[in-house]
């Protein structure tokens, strides 16, 4: 590990040297590495003023995100720093811990070991992001094996964003309603729990404190710390299906569009207060023949119906929406519109966990 100004210096001299009298490099990899400039791209110097103190930035922030930050930096040409930049990464390590906490928290009364739930008993969208996750995996390692910790930083960023923004959204449902024991909430449980654990092993390296930390809380955890666990195997996936509901994805953006129009326009208040009409054509009209998958829970909506005749207000490419306030009224427990409720405000699946 050298800086770019000993290209032509040690590491240069030092091979020049080797190839003349071993006829070998002195090394099998070399990683060379740029400067630290200030935010204007300037050379740091007391006389400017303008030198950047790490042990102030680990005072403050601490030592987890100063290292991030390096991390997400291309550090083979010159890179800046300045407050703002670390702020910047201040932030996407705020979202990395925020989700951890999230997962850790409904994997609070799992164990991997007896309440696990096979791939072949899980939704197609709990096997998805199963599948996502393998995929994270697998470019994560080829990018620490070639040295680029910056794309490691992106494609944890991105996934966080991800699952945070859909899955962690629609299966609160589920891990917060239906009983502890329930399949489906198990499943989830799974798949979080194989996040969970993937991700830790992943960053690891990164933010080795906050890693560690965050390990301590995982369930029934079979190691001392985080740092004596191997990096997570990679794991073959459904690359169809994680091909069909890539192209899912687009749907549900339609979708929320349409939702955040009706908000706007005051015809809903929450999404779960909506009854959503879909009118797909072409391509949508395959993709949902193929597709198995609950509409209502993962748009998170109360009602869903799909017709193949007709137009709806809202408009897309082989797609049309409507969106109303969906008949009935809300479960006291679930929140989720229903026409019928029993004498305490519960709809029959709440009023089936709690009475029963």
Same mark, same amino acid.
């Given at each position: 590990?050298?800086?770019?100004?000993?290209? /032509? +210096?040690?590491?240069?001299?030092?091979?020049?040297?080797?190839?003349?009298?071993?006829?070998?490099?002195?090394?099998?990899?070399?990683?060379? *590495? +740029?400067?630290?400039?200030?935010?204007?791209?300037?050379?740091?110097?007391?006389?400017?003023?303008?030198?950047?103190?790490?042990?102030?930035?680990?005072?403050?922030? +601490?030592?987890?995100?100063?290292?991030?930050?390096?991390?997400?930096?291309?550090?083979?040409?010159?890179? /800046?720093?300045?407050?703002?930049?670390?702020?910047?990464?201040?932030?996407?390590?705020?979202?990395?811990?925020? #989700?951890?906490?999230?997962?850790? +928290?409904?994997?609070?009364?799992?164990?991997?070991?007896?309440?696990?739930?096979?791939?072949?008993?899980? #939704?197609?969208?709990?096997?998805?992001?199963?599948?996502?996750?393998?995929?994270?995996?697998?470019?994560?390692?080829?990018?620490?094996?070639?040295?680029?910790?910056?794309?490691?930083?992106?494609?944890?960023?991105?996934?966080?964003?991800?699952?945070?923004?859909?899955? &962690?959204?629609?299966?609160?449902?589920?891990?917060?309603?239906?009983?502890?024991?329930?399949?489906?909430? /198990?499943?989830?449980?799974?798949?979080?729990?194989?996040?969970?654990?993937?991700?830790?092993?992943?960053?690891?390296?990164?933010?080795? *404190?906050?890693?560690?930390? %965050?390990?301590?809380? &995982?369930?029934?955890?079979?190691?001392?710390?985080?740092?004596? &666990? /191997?990096?997570?195997?990679?794991?073959?996936?459904?690359? %169809? &299906?994680?091909?069909?509901?890539?192209?899912?994805?687009?749907?549900?953006?339609?979708?929320?569009?349409?939702?955040?129009?009706?908000?706007?326009?005051?015809?809903?208040?929450?999404?779960?207060?909506?009854?959503?009409?879909?009118?797909?054509?072409?391509?949508?009209?395959?993709?949902?023949?193929?597709?198995?998958?609950?509409?209502?829970?993962?748009?998170?909506?109360?009602?869903?119906?799909?017709?193949?005749?007709?137009?709806?207000?809202?408009?897309?490419?082989?797609?049309?929406?409507?969106?109303?306030?969906?008949?009935?009224?809300?479960?006291?427990?679930?929140?989720?519109?229903?026409?019928?409720?029993?004498?305490?405000?519960?709809?029959?699946?709440?009023?089936?966990?709690?009475?029963?």
């Amino acid at each position: 590990l050298e800086g770019s100004d000993q290209y /032509r +210096g040690w590491f240069n001299s030092s091979l020049t040297t080797g190839v003349a009298t071993m006829n070998a490099s002195p090394y099998k990899t070399l990683v060379s *590495h +740029g400067f630290v400039l200030d935010g204007e791209g300037r050379k740091m110097s007391k006389s400017l003023g303008n030198v950047i103190d790490p042990n102030k930035i680990m005072d403050t922030l +601490g030592a987890d995100i100063l290292r991030l930050w390096v991390a997400s930096v291309d550090y083979q040409s010159d890179v /800046r720093i300045s407050d703002d930049l670390v702020n910047q990464v201040a932030e996407t390590y705020r979202k990395i811990r925020n #989700t951890f906490k999230f997962l850790l +928290g409904n994997l609070a009364d799992f164990d991997f070991h007896t309440d696990q739930v096979a791939e072949t008993a899980m #939704t197609e969208i709990d096997r998805y992001f199963l599948g996502k996750t393998r995929r994270l995996v697998k470019e994560c390692l080829e990018a620490y094996e070639e040295f680029r910790f910056d794309d490691v930083y992106r494609k944890v960023a991105n996934f966080v964003t991800f699952i945070s923004s859909f899955y &962690l959204d629609f299966t609160k449902d589920v891990l917060y309603i239906e009983k502890t024991d329930h399949p489906a909430r /198990r499943a989830i449980q799974t798949v979080m729990f194989r996040m969970t654990d993937a991700l830790l092993r992943l960053v690891a390296p990164l933010i080795p *404190h906050t890693a560690s930390e %965050a390990y301590g809380y &995982l369930p029934h955890h079979d190691a001392l710390d985080v740092a004596l &666990l /191997r990096m997570p195997a990679v794991e073959a996936w459904d690359e %169809a &299906l994680e091909a069909n509901y890539d192209e899912f994805m687009t749907l549900r953006e339609t979708v929320l569009k349409a939702l955040e129009e009706a908000r706007a326009a005051k015809i809903i208040g929450k999404s779960l207060n909506a009854g959503v009409t879909l009118y797909p054509k072409g391509k949508v009209a395959d993709l949902l023949e193929r597709l198995d998958v609950d509409l209502a829970s993962v748009f998170i909506v109360s009602q869903i119906s799909v017709r193949r005749d007709g137009y709806g207000s809202f408009k897309a490419v082989d797609v049309s929406i409507d969106v109303e306030p969906a008949p009935g009224k809300p479960c006291e427990r679930c929140w989720t519109v229903f026409e019928t409720l029993d004498e305490d405000g519960l709809c029959p699946r709440c009023a089936a966990i709690v009475k029963g």
